[in-house]
Every structure is written in C-alpha cells, then in structure tokens.
C-alpha cells in the first residue's frame, strides 16, 4: 500500500518566518495520523486543505511545546468543524493533566469523544494496533521524558509492507538502531548542524550530521531530516552535513509530501 509523510512543521523551539513548529501527517493504508501538533498546525493543515475525516489518532512525542501547542486550537476547531469521530491522543500521561484545564474552560461542550492514551515514553512498547497497523514507541534521550514512533503495517497479503519511523527530540542515541533497522523511510530530528555541536549537548538535541550516522548504521532506506534550529537559515548546510554520512537524506520542507 502506497503511505505518505506531509511535512506540517519542520522547525523548533521558535517559529521562524521559514518554519513552524513539529507537525506531519503520515498516510498509511487508509488511515491519517497526526505525530506531534505545534502551534500553526491547524493553519497549516486547512491552507493545504487536508482531509481530517480519517484522522483518529494523534501522537505526541514530548511535552515540551514546540510539539504540542497547537493541540487545544485543533481540538477547538474540530467541533466547530461539526466533528462526530472520537478523536484519541497518545502522549505522555501529564498532557491530559495540563489541557484539561483548558478544555474544561474552552471546550465545554464537545460534541465528539476525547480520548487520551497515557505512554511511558521510557519503554518500547505497542502504544496502537488495528487490523493493518501498529505503533510501537521509540524510547528517545531528551531532556524531558520523550519517545519517537515506529509506524508499520502488518497485514496478511504478499504486499511490501511500510515502515516509517519517527525519531523526535533526542541526543545521538545508538541504542533505537536495532528497532527502526531497514524502515522504509526515518525522519530524524537534526536541530543543529556541526558549528553548534555544544549547544546541541547542552539541550540534548542530535546534529544534522548525528542523523545521518543513525540513518546509515540502520541501513534506513531515505532519511528526512528537520527540526531545525532558528539560529541556521540556511538548510543546505544541515542537508551537506548529513549527506556526508548519508547519500539518501533530503530536507523536510513544509507543505510538501513525500511518497514511499
Ligand atoms: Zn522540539
Ligand atoms: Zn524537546
């Protein structure tokens, strides 16, 4: 079955006139699902008018907000939008406690089901499965407690079965290679590139160069690198560097779709 990644943020920590923070939608079989929801992802998603009827399930890597600020303004739209589906959110089990609050406020009301699935990003674990996918956690170093995703279908005919794995905010870590070995496609955060090396220990983030070396030792099919910090403009020199250790890696850019 044909699956899609669409880039809806490819940035960091601060929005920069050239990106918005962590969003994609992955298309696999005949499903959506959101991983991480920055703020601008709801704008995002209606300029490029993507369909949210098949959209479930939205994953949540970490807390910190560039990847899940944007979470109470879509789920505010989504009832005006006269939404009936029940929409389920996989996060750590401290979201639940900081929104709610704010739904409570904001979204009295709601006239579809919320429902929220406490991970422990700390252990690799099935956090969804249905009659043709499964998501596994992706245990990430970060500063906060965070995972990545591993998105795989698993149904019975003789078809190529995709894997996609989503590596969120983390240090270089070798220890998530045995899991996303030989996916089809990785998306590898790479939020500095080699002049911020220090930078990037401190906030436990992954070179650009980082990337490439895990894309490479997993023998992934394609990298796609983003999550780029403010203080670099130019995105070549995230892609030069990565490319170094990696000949199929191409940038993240927003709006765009990448076919696998
Ligand atoms: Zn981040
Ligand atoms: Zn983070």
Request: aromatic share 10%; net charge negative.
């Amino acid at each position: 079955m044909n699956a899609t990644l669409t880039i809806l943020g490819a940035g960091s920590a601060l929005p920069t006139w050239q990106n918005t923070p962590a969003c994609q939608i992955l298309n696999l079989g005949d499903k959506s699902f959101m991983i991480d929801c920055g703020e601008g992802a709801q704008l995002t998603m209606r300029q490029m008018g993507v369909k949210v009827s098949r959209l479930y399930s939205i994953f949540i890597s970490h807390l910190h907000g560039d990847h899940c600020f944007g979470l109470i303004g879509l789920i505010s739209t989504f009832d005006m939008m006269n939404r009936t589906q029940p929409l389920h959110i996989y996060a750590h089990g401290d979201l639940e406690k900081t929104l709610r609050p704010l739904l409570d406020y904001h979204c009295q009301n709601l006239r579809y089901e919320l429902v929220f699935h406490t991970i422990n990003p700390r252990h690799r674990e099935v956090v969804f499965s249905d009659r043709t996918v499964t998501v596994e956690s992706i245990p990430l170093k970060h500063t906060v407690p965070a995972c990545g995703f591993l998105f795989y279908e698993h149904h019975r005919d003789s078809e190529p079965r995709k894997r996609y794995a989503y590596v969120s905010d983390t240090m270089y870590t070798e220890k998530i290679i045995e899991q996303i070995q030989g996916v089809d496609v990785l998306f590898h955060e790479a939020t500095f590139t080699d002049e911020w090396e220090s930078r990037c220990q401190a906030t436990m983030h992954s070179t650009a160069r980082q990337a490439g070396r895990i894309a490479r030792l997993a023998e992934a099919g394609r990298l796609i690198i983003g999550h780029y910090s403010s203080r670099e403009n130019d995105h070549n020199v995230f892609l030069r560097e990565a490319l170094e250790e990696f000949p199929a890696t191409e940038l993240a850019v927003e709006r765009q779709s990448y076919a696998f």
